[in-house]
């Protein structure tokens, strides 16, 4: 190992040395064709926790795993509209590889990638695609079903409450899924759910979980991006998943685990198929098995047997032994929604607009 | 609804109609005064972000309060410095204000998105807490929701027995005539709109360090405009803003709970309720022109041009 350093070492010296040769901008010019160069269009700001979190956590990632390979930069806090055009058209210029993380830049991504063709594109969470624009989104929804498991031994009240954004496939598969685990441990509870209509808004997020829990829910689960959920869970002595980051810190007695997002795999993934010119302008829409859903830690309280059985659960789904979405599953109103043995396939999950038997009220449409 | 969905309900609605509460009772005296500042919501964020970074920093919340309540005075100073000195138009110079704030708040608070604050804790006082129903409801909140509430008192008694709550009045009133009986109108007026940023400072802060303790960009969502419907919705009575506080606070969760019990109404129709009294009683309230002029401060959002 040490001698490999010392070997890379020499190597960049002797480059050093030959490029002091050389004149300025040839070093530049050099130094740019070397390296592949990564960029990052954020929603939000880095910060610690949430989405954007999430993202850079990947960009990360990449740069550890190829080094000197790849560079990257990010522009955060870009509002979905004329500015996120502005703001990736100014990245195509100098990048080779770009990634716009929100569902709001589909169309600015499309409308910049057609201007600079040489330039690939990835958009998160989108639906449409070009010759040089992929998508990419991650099933959720298995890591919600792990939680739904958990649940289903951990409540007492039988009542489990459902901070919900807005009333879009996306969310309602994880409301599905959550209580299809729910109903595999405990065949008698149900999920109360409750729409704030905003991804974002800490206040409502936190008046939403203490109506669930004045309601009799002594779990919460959340599909918005903020820890206030699992803040109400924490003062008011119940329990709670967090989502798309670990916050254990927010609710150390409360949060019980959580589904995380995790891209680091995948940014690695395309970056090295474009070093090496293997990149299709492709959709992605990876799991468990992908190494995009990952569980939080487990907390102390859930016991080892429903921990070992939430594991299984999980190797299960990432094989392929268990598929979620598949029958029979019973709507709402009891009857048959999905036939016995049928698996539903990726649109039909992606269009889902129904709740399954175990959901309380009735879903916005 | 059982008896404890029914105080939870109703705790909840104190605790959401606080911010509020604080926010308002702030604009009623800056406008009493005279003087419409309609950058509430920027002034909130500021002391939102200000009393969180300052409590991360120390470790110590009550820091952060005071620190809250200075950002919102200095909001305001800013807004007086325009509005009051230089005579600025009060509506504009305080819409600028709220999108200084928002974004002013957004580039200082970026490094303390999603840090974890033990927020203030709730305080039960001892006996009156014990009380059946009426003990949970009012007696078991943290310390800044009695603070508000004394507040509300003093500055309730501030106008009903004081002679300065007389002579913040009479500026508002009519500022010529209490130029020529020797009250020096704006310094009443900039105590006024100091008094509001200080009170939308402590909204700010009781968000992000009581009520949801973290901080996030525009947090406030807002709120700072429902403080302003609020004011009018009160029409400019101390006791009013109380009430109007905790009924808006009452449909901000009811629609949460609604929905929590099955109910199949639109929760975006709910969540405009607050929205839909105010304008019900701003049509109560102008169907009698001189029932309006007997609510709203006579010369409110008009420049003082002293003739001196």
Same mark, same amino acid.
């Given at each position: 190992m040490k001698i490999f350093l010392k070997r890379t070492w020499l190597k960049r010296a002797a480059v050093a040395a030959f490029s002091t040769l050389m004149s300025t901008?040839?070093?530049?010019?050099?130094?740019?064709e070397d390296k592949l160069k990564v960029a990052f269009v954020y929603v939000g700001?880095?910060?610690?926790a949430g989405w954007t979190y999430g993202h850079d956590e990947g960009r990360r990632e990449m740069l550890d795993k190829l080094g000197d390979k790849v560079e990257s930069t990010y522009v955060e806090s870009v509002s979905e509209g004329a500015d996120a055009v502005r703001v990736i058209r100014k990245l195509a210029k100098s990048n080779d590889l770009i990634f716009t993380t929100s569902f709001g830049y589909m169309?600015?991504?499309?409308?910049?990638?057609?201007?600079?063709?040489?330039?690939?594109?990835?958009?998160?969470? #989108?639906?449409?695609?070009?010759?040089?624009?992929?998508?990419?989104?991650?099933?959720?929804?298995?890591?919600?079903?792990?939680? #739904?498991?958990?649940?289903?031994?951990?409540t007492q009240s039988n009542v489990i409450g459902y901070v919900g954004s807005f009333p879009i496939p996306e969310v309602v598969q994880g409301i599905n899924a959550f209580t299809l685990g729910l109903r595999e441990t405990n065949p008698d509870a149900v999920v109360k759910v409750v729409w704030i209509n905003s991804w974002y808004d800490p206040a409502k997020e936190r008046e939403a979980a203490e109506a669930l829990i004045a309601q009799g829910a002594d779990i919460i689960n959340q599909h918005t991006d903020s820890p206030a959920p699992v803040q109400a869970a924490q003062d008011k002595g119940v329990l709670a998943f967090g989502y798309d980051t670990d916050m254990t810190r927010f609710g150390p007695d409360a949060h019980l685990t959580g589904s995380l997002v995790h891209w680091g795999d995948y940014y690695t993934d395309v970056a090295k198929s474009v070093l090496n010119n293997s990149w299709t302008a492709e959709d992605v829409w990876g799991g468990i098995n992908a190494g995009m859903v990952k569980m939080a830690p487990y907390s102390k309280k859930i016991p080892a047997d429903v921990v070992a059985a939430a594991e299984k659960a999980r190797?299960?789904?990432?094989? #392929?032994?268990?598929?979620?979405?598949e029958g029979p599953i019973k709507a709402q109103d009891g009857s048959i929604k999905v036939a016995s043995g049928v698996k539903l396939n990726d649109g039909e999950i992606l269009s889902m607009n129904w709740y399954v038997d175990g959901v309380e009220g009735e879903l916005p449409q | 609804m059982d008896i404890d969905l029914i105080t939870n309900v109703l705790f909840a609605m104190i605790r959401s109609g606080t911010p509020l509460l604080l926010v308002a009772l702030g604009e009623v005296v800056c406008e009493k005064s005279g003087v419409l500042n309609l950058g509430q919501e920027g002034m909130m964020l500021m002391g939102a972000v200000t009393g969180f970074i300052v409590s991360v920093s120390t470790g110590n919340l009550l820091l952060g309060?005071?620190?809250?309540?200075?950002?919102?005075?200095?909001? !305001?100073?800013?807004?007086? !410095?325009?509005?009051?000195?230089?005579?600025?138009?009060?509506?504009?110079?305080?819409?600028?204000l709220t999108i200084f704030g928002t974004g002013l708040s957004a580039f200082v608070g970026t490094d303390y998105v999603g840090k974890p604050l033990a927020g203030i804790a709730p305080l039960a006082i001892p006996l009156l807490s014990d009380i059946p129903l009426l003990g949970t409801v009012l007696f078991r909140h943290d310390p800044l929701v009695y603070t508000a509430l004394i507040l509300l008192t003093l500055?309730?008694?501030?106008?009903?027995?004081?002679?300065?709550?007389?002579?913040?009045?009479?500026?508002?009133?009519?500022?010529? !005539?209490?130029?020529?009986?020797?009250?020096?109108?704006?310094?009443?007026?900039?105590?006024?709109?100091?008094f509001g940023g200080a009170m939308a400072g402590l909204g700010g802060a009781y968000l992000s360090l009581a009520y949801t303790p973290l901080w996030s960009e525009g947090m406030t969502a807002g709120r700072g405009w429902i403080a302003l419907a609020l004011v009018v919705f009160a029409s400019w009575r101390i006791g009013r803003v109380l009430l109007g506080a905790w009924l808006f606070g009452l449909a901000s969760i009811m629609h949460l709970v609604l929905q929590g019990m099955g109910a199949s109404i639109s929760s975006n129709l709910l969540a405009t309720l607050p929205y839909l009294a105010t304008i019900v009683v701003l049509v109560i309230l102008s169907s009698n022109q001189s029932k309006i002029r007997m609510m709203a401060p006579m010369s409110l959002g008009k420049p003082f041009h002293s003739r001196m």
């Open positions: 901008t040839a070093i530049m010019a050099g130094a740019a700001p880095v910060g610690e169309n600015p991504t499309l409308k910049v990638a057609k201007q600079f063709p040489k330039v690939k594109f990835n958009h998160a969470t #989108g639906y449409k695609r070009s010759k040089n624009v992929a998508t990419y989104a991650a099933r959720f929804y298995e890591g919600r079903y792990v939680t #739904g498991l958990i649940a289903g031994e951990m190797t299960d789904i990432a094989s #392929g032994e268990l598929t979620i979405f | 309060v005071i620190a809250g309540m200075m950002a919102g005075v200095a909001m !305001s100073l800013l807004f007086g !410095s325009l509005a009051l000195g230089l005579r600025t138009n009060q509506v504009a110079t305080g819409l600028a500055t309730w008694a501030f106008f009903r027995f004081s002679r300065p709550g007389l002579m913040v009045k009479a500026v508002g009133e009519n500022p010529d !005539s209490a130029t020529s009986i020797g009250l020096p109108v704006l310094t009443v007026r900039w105590l006024a709109v100091s």
